[in-house]
C-alpha cells in the first residue's frame, strides 16, 4: 500500500537545515519506515510567479542534452528526473556505495503547508524573506539520514558527522578563457567569490578555506583545509552528534568560530573523542583530514568536476548553439574582438555541443555538492563491522566510518546563462579589488618615499 503523507504526519518533520532551492527536514516520530530518513523538499520564491524549479517538465533542449539516458528524457515530472539524474549519471561516476538517488513519496498539498508553519521560526531570516516550502509539488524526496548510522541489533555507539561543500578543487587552463578573466588561472573560483561575498554583505570575513588544499591529496594539506573551515565555517562545514547539528550554520551560514563557541564543542565531543579539554577539538578535526585522505573519495569528485574542461567561458558558446540562438556572448565583443577560437566553437556539430555543455552541468553539480563524513567508535576493534575503519594514534581509538555525497542536484539548462553572468562579475570585481589595493599600495609607497626625503 502506497504511503502519501498528509497533514497529521507533519508534526513529525523537524528542521534540519537549506540550500538555495531545497529545505532538509528530520524525522522525529516512530514510524519504522520514516525512522533513520530524511526529507528533502522544494522551495518556491516569495517574489516571483514561477517556482524555482518551473517549467514542472523538462524542456525540449533538456530532452536533447540528456537524450542518452531514457529513464530522465521519458519522465513528465521534473522532480523525478532529478533524482534519475543522481542514479543513472551521478552515482556511476561518484561510485554507488557513495550515492543515495532516495525515493518519492506522495504528499498532499496539507502536509507541506503544515510543514511551511511549523518550520518558519527556526529558518534564518534571510532565507524566509527569499522563498517557501513549494506547495505545489505531489511529492517529496525521501533519503537516508547520512549522520547517522543505521540501526542495528548491537549496542548503539554515539555518532558524530561533519558535513563538507568541498566547492572547485582545480584551477581552470582552458584557452577559451578569455583575456580579462586570466586571473582564473591562478586564483580560485572560491577566493575570488568570496571577495564579491564580503562586498555584498553576505560575510563578514574572508574564509581562509582553499579548496585546493583539501584535494591536494597531501595529509598535511588536507589537515589545513579542515581547521580553515572550523575557523570560518561559514555554510561550508557542520557538525552532526546523534542526528542533530551541533556546529556551524543552518541555512544562513556561520561566519567564524569564536571562543564561546570553540568551547561548547569542545564539551560536545566528550561522548565521542577521548582526551583532556581543549585536545577533542585537534583529534577530531585530525580524524577528519584523515578519513579524507584515506577514503579518497576526493578524487573521484575531482575527476567529475574536471568534466568542465572549457570553462564557462567556453561553454557558453555551445549552449547558445543548443538553443538555437545567436551567441550574445560574441555579439556583446563585437566582430572585430571575436577571435577565432570561439568561432571554431560556433562550428562543431551539435553533438559535440551537446556534449560540452552536458559535461559543464554534471561537472557543476559536482562542484556544487556537499561531502558527509559519519563516525562511531568501534568497540575493542569490533571485526564483525560493515564498515571502513581508522585508527586515531591520538585518542588511541577505532572509528567505524562512512562517507556519502550529497546535494547531487540537476541543473537546470537555461543557467547556463546565469552561470556565465555570476562568472563574469565575480572575476570582474576581484579585478577592481586587486587593481585599488595596487593602487593603495603605490599611494603609500609614494608617501613614505616623501617622508622619507
Known amino acids: 500500500m502506497e504511503v502519501v503523507l498528509e497533514k497529521k504526519d ?19 516520530g516512530s514510524a519504522p519506515a520514516f525512522i533513520g530518513k530524511v526529507m528533502r523538499l522544494q522551495k518556491a520564491p516569495i517574489n516571483e510567479s514561477k517556482s524555482m524549479n518551473s ?17 530522465i528524457v521519458a519522465t513528465s515530472n521534473k522532480e523525478l528526473a532529478c533524482q534519475l539524474f543522481v542514479k543513472h549519471i551521478m552515482s556511476p561516476l561518484l561510485g554507488s556505495t557513495h550515492v543515495d538517488s532516495g525515493m518519492r513519496v506522495p504528499a498532499s498539498k496539507e502536509f507541506l503547508e503544515s510543514v511551511e508553519k511549523n518550520i518558519i521560526c527556526q529558518r534564518p531570516a534571510s532565507r524566509v524573506d527569499a522563498a517557501k516550502v513549494d ?33 572547485c578543487g582545480f584551477l581552470p587552463s582552458s584557452k577559451f ?16 567569490h568570496q571577495a564579491l561575498k564580503l562586498h555584498q554583505g553576505e560575510v563578514s570575513e574572508y574564509s581562509e578555506y582553499n579548496p585546493l588544499d583539501l584535494f ?17 565555517p561559514q ?49 577530531f578535526l585530525l580524524l577528519v583530514a584523515e578519513t ?68 559543464f552541468l554534471i561537472a557543476a553539480t559536482a562542484k556544487d555538492c556537499s561531502l558527509m563524513i559519519s563516525f562511531r567508535p568501534r568497540k575493542d576493534g569490533n571485526p564483525g563491522s560493515p564498515y571502513n575503519n581508522l585508527y586515531l594514534d591520538s585518542t588511541k581509538q577505532f572509528f567505524d566510518y562512512k562517507v556519502n555525497f550529497i546535494d547531487l542536484d540537476l541543473k537546470q539548462l ?20 586587486v587593481e585599488t589595493e595596487e593602487r593603495q599600495k603605490k599611494n603609500t609607497s609614494t608617501m613614505a618615499l616623501k617622508t622619507a626625503n
Open 135 to 167: 506547495t505545489q509539488c505531489d511529492s517529496v524526496l525521501l533519503m537516508s539520514d547520512h549522520s547517522i548510522f543505521p540501526r542495528g541489533t548491537q549496542e548503539v555507539e554515539p555518532c558524530i558527522s561533519v558535513e563538507i561543500k568541498p566547492k
Open 55 to 71: 517549467p514542472t517538465e523538462l524542456t525540449m533542449h533538456e530532452r536533447l542534452l540528456w537524450k542518452d539516458t531514457e529513464d
Open 292 to 359: 579524507v585522505h584515506k577514503s579518497g573519495v576526493l578524487d573521484r569528485l575531482l575527476e567529475v568536476q574536471k568534466l568542465d574542461n572549457l570553462d564557462i567561458d567556453g561553454a557558453i558558446h555551445a549552449y547558445y548553439d543548443i538553443v538555437s540562438e545567436p551567441c550574445r556572448v560574441c555579439r556583446a565583443s563585437g566582430k572585430e574582438k571575436i577571435s577565432q577560437r570561439y568561432l571554431s566553437l560556433h562550428s562543431i556539430s551539435l553533438d559535440e555541443s551537446l556534449k560540452i555543455v552536458k559535461d
Open 177 to 192: 578563457i578569455d583575456e580579462g578573466n586570466a586571473i582564473k588561472r591562478s586564483v580560485t573560483r572560491f577566493r575570488m
Open 414 to 433: 537555461k543557467k547556463m546563462e546565469e552561470y556565465y553572468e555570476l562568472d563574469k562579475k565575480i572575476v570582474s570585481y576581484y579585478n577592481q579589488m
Open 235 to 283: 555554510n561550508n562545514f557542520r557538525v552532526f552528534l546523534n542526528g542533530s547539528q551541533i556546529f556551524g550554520g543552518l541555512g544562513g551560514g556561520a561566519d567564524s568560530t569564536d571562543f564561546v563557541t570553540r568551547g561548547k564543542f569542545e564539551d560536545a565531543l566528550k561522548c565521542v573523542i577521548q582526551g583532556g579539554d581543549g585536545l577533542r577539538t585537534m583529534s
Open 10 to 28: 507533519a508534526a513529525d518533520w523537524v528542521y534540519r537545515g537549506e540550500g538555495a532551492a531545497n529545505l532538509v527536514l528530520g524525522y522525529s
Open 216 to 232: 591536494s591529496g597531501s595529509k598535511d594539506r588536507i589537515h589545513k583545509a579542515i581547521r580553515d573551515l572550523f575557523s570560518t
